[in-house]
């Protein structure tokens, strides 16, 4: 339990400051390990570890002692600084999410991390780092009550399982994804090259290290990836040393991808990915804050995929057409998997040949719609339509149409856009 201060003011709990210094000791290894290369003394070596550790343990105790939060009414307060003081009003009313997040060391010692997610923040996520497991659920789900207009003492709502995505299918597809054939084929050169010259391992230590690394994150982050479906959005549970748990409100899904790589298409699988609206500001180093587009689903069937996708877009998705033959004279490889539709709620666009892509765009999530004609368009008689939204990565683009077809689907989307807003 977190210590109570007074007026109801609550501290966090008294083991923050470990999690929070021991973020320091890898750095304090990396620099002092730095130091012994360098040739210096086992004191020195003991003077550079220990001030690092120190100043580590020093912050983050009188971090832990001017910080702390309360409930008041609808909205949550939480102070924090010591030479410049904040305190930062949190209406729950802009509240779109919480997410709990449990760092390994945190797991070892039951504490929990709360990032609560704001509409039209400009100063990033708030946190509290960090509480007790079971005072961080009991937490949240007072927080959701009071955003949604309920008592505070209203339980958690009920959630409907939807998606699990076992071991050996994550193990599987990492094998046979783009980074796990590139890895494979950089060990087998690496082995050649070293067998017949040895001196040449080096060449190929950073390039094997970053794949590992990438492989590595995408396990962590994806293992025992779980999705559930309660009133407020879906429920994302993922996490193999790190744990996370975190919802994606509906009204905030911007777009959608199904990627389906050459590969993976032999097994039936896909990937799916739901671009969100991104914080126009997020704290540094918070790399996750950065992530805008989230796996709404790793790897799985595609009726899984469609599955879930009607969970984000409960309407069926548009039919859509080829482009002109002539399309085929500007791009000759991807032609056969172009494709393009719209109707009153969504637009789908269908491009890549190694790996196909199908992006599915709410009209009422449209900010803008260009029309571009290139050189080779404006003789081939061919235009594209480019749908933005104020999602980062995932647009629709209606590739290589005949140019008076654009103009007619530009006039069309435009009234369907404003009409989709208006509902």
Known sequence: MSPPATDGWVRLHPLSPVLR???LVIPAVLVTAQATARGGSTGVRLAVFTALVTFGA???????????????????????????RDSRQIPLSRLQAVDIVRPLLGRVLGLSELRLRLAGSHHGDARLAYLAEGSAEILRARLLALAHGLAEETPAPAELPLFHLPAPRLLASTALSALGLTGAALVVVAVTVVTISPPAAGAFLAPVVGLWVTAWRRLNSEFDF????????LRLRAGLLETRAETIPYGRVQAVRISEPLVWRAAGWCRV????????????????GRRVTRALMPVGSRDQALG???????????????PPRRARLKSPLRYHFLAAGFDGRAAITQSGRVCRATDVVPLAKVQSIRWVQGPLQRRLRLATLHLDTAGRNVHAVLRDRDAAEADWMMRQLTDLCRAARRR
Do not use: H, N, Y
Not at 60 to 72: C, G, H, K, N, P
Not at 309 to 320: D, E, G, H, I, Q
């Open 273 to 288: 990915e739901v671009d969100v609206a991104g914080q126009g500001q997020v704290r540094r180093g918070d790399q996750e």
């Open 21 to 23: 210094g021991g973020r």
């Open 226 to 233: 779980a999705v559930a479906e309660a009133p407020d959005g």
């Open 308 to 322: 879930l996708v009607s969970r984000v877009m409960p309407w069926p998705l548009p039919a859509s057409t080829r």
């Open 58 to 84: 020093v912050a983050a105790i009188v971090s832990w002692l001017v910080t702390r939060w309360r409930v008041d009414g609808g909205t949550l307060r939480i102070e924090t600084g010591l030479v410049r």
